[in-house]
């Protein structure tokens, strides 16, 4: 099934009294976007924060090159090669994460490393991988909750201590099936 096209972000504002700043700046005041961008020691542009926000647009984690048809309709002249390494450059500061590739398993039986795909968000939450269709998306955290509440701290806290490290997130992946004409494909 193929996945509904990803929101294009919103126009990035640029009215009221932006610093003076470069003109690749605008935009890059008092959106949360801008403050997580700055705070994570990134240049605040308009290439930027319009990637940030189509990132974090949406729950499916996009491809880079998903990513870059998004931001077209913004950024007509940017490439895809821009847009990767923009999301390299968020994932280097800590503000999105890179997920490992799952090999696609298509109807045909042909098998593809397929692309890494990208994830703003930044509480813990539990993926749903769906190797058929090669899609990763995220649990609602109402249901998310069900198992990341029921992880005992003191299992954390032996870890850690037998480990030697603090653990600062967890990450769960579920791995599934689509069941025959469920919504979940
Ligand atoms: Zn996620």
């Given at each position: 099934?193929?996945?509904?096209?990803?929101?294009?972000?919103?126009?990035?504002?640029?009215?009221?009294?932006?610093?003076?700043?470069?003109?690749?700046?605008?935009?890059?005041?008092?959106?949360?976007?801008?403050?997580?961008?700055?705070?994570?020691?990134?240049?605040?542009?308009?290439?930027?924060?319009?990637?940030?926000?189509?990132?974090?647009?949406?729950?499916?984690?996009?491809?880079?090159?998903?990513?870059?048809?998004?931001?077209?309709?913004?950024?007509?002249?940017?490439?895809?090669?821009?847009?990767?390494?923009?999301?390299?450059?968020?994932?280097?500061?800590?503000?999105?994460?890179?997920?490992?590739?799952?090999?696609?398993?298509?109807?045909?039986?042909?098998?593809?490393?397929?692309?890494?795909?990208?994830?703003?968000?930044?509480?813990?939450?539990?993926?749903?991988?769906?190797?058929?269709?090669?899609?990763?998306?995220?649990?609602p955290d109402r249901?998310g909750?069900?198992?990341?509440?029921?992880?005992?701290?003191?299992?954390?806290?032996?870890?850690?201590?037998?480990?030697?490290?603090?653990?600062?997130?967890?990450?769960?992946?579920?791995?599934?099936?689509?069941?025959?004409?469920?919504?979940?494909?």
């Amino acid at each position: 099934m193929s996945q509904p096209p990803l929101a294009a972000p919103a126009q990035a504002s640029s009215d009221s009294d932006p610093p003076a700043k470069s003109s690749d700046d605008e935009g890059c005041n008092a959106t949360e976007g801008a403050r997580l961008l700055l705070n994570a020691g990134l240049r605040c542009t308009r290439q930027r924060l319009a990637v940030y926000a189509a990132l974090r647009a949406t729950t499916l984690h996009p491809t880079a090159d998903e990513l870059h048809r998004a931001v077209l309709p913004l950024l007509p002249r940017v490439s895809l090669a821009t847009v990767y390494n923009t999301l390299e450059a968020f994932c280097q500061a800590g503000i999105a994460q890179k997920l490992p590739p799952s090999p696609t398993r298509g109807t045909t039986g042909t098998a593809g490393p397929g692309s890494a795909r990208f994830d703003a968000t930044h509480h813990n939450h539990l993926h749903l991988r769906l190797p058929e269709s090669g899609e990763l998306r995220d649990v609602p955290d109402r249901l998310g909750r069900l198992i990341l509440d029921s992880i005992p701290a003191d299992a954390i806290r032996r870890i850690e201590r037998e480990l030697g490290c603090r653990i600062t997130k967890v990450q769960i992946e579920l791995v599934a099936e689509a069941e025959a004409g469920s919504g979940a494909a």
